[in-house]
């Protein structure tokens, strides 16, 4: 890596350390008692209703094993339901509950305020500078990512 790139790399590094010691990924107390892992898995669910344990652990890039555990979990809390596959006897289709609902919903509140909070510094064109940028970066490593995975 180059000198200055490493360094870049290095000042990115504690900047996102400052964002989570302001709080920028801070959840309500709610949240705070379930693993980020279930926590994309319910927002999974809320994207994708109705799906099986196969979409979602597709879809999440996990084991299938471990998604049916993660969604029994969520289950036993109320959050998720079960209800059989209308056309395949031998899966279940996954769904919110109310519970489950409320919770996503919360979640996404609570984002939208953090990030609001975390941009109402900048101005319109600096956010939008911001956001070009992580764009750029972000489609930078996706193509990173997906060039190696094809390699593979």
Request: charged letters at 25%.
């Amino acid at each position: 890596m180059q000198p200055q790139l490493d360094n870049d790399a290095k000042e990115f590094f504690s900047l996102i350390k400052r964002l989570q010691r302001a709080g920028v990924d801070a959840s309500p107390p709610v949240m705070a008692q379930l693993s980020p892992a279930l926590l994309a898995l319910l927002e999974q669910v809320s994207e994708e209703p109705n799906c099986t344990i196969a979409d979602l652990a597709r879809a999440l890039e996990r084991a299938v094993p471990t998604v049916s555990i993660e969604v029994r979990r969520l289950q036993d809390l109320d959050l998720l339901g079960r209800r059989p596959h209308p056309s395949d006897r031998r899966s279940s289709q996954i769904f919110l509950t109310p519970a489950g609902k409320n919770l996503v919903e919360t979640m996404r509140k609570a984002r939208c305020q953090t990030l609001t909070r975390l941009l109402s510094g900048l101005s319109s064109v600096e956010r939008r500078t911001l956001l070009t940028l992580l764009h750029k970066a972000l489609q930078s490593v996706e193509k990173t990512a997906n060039s190696a995975a094809e390699g593979s």
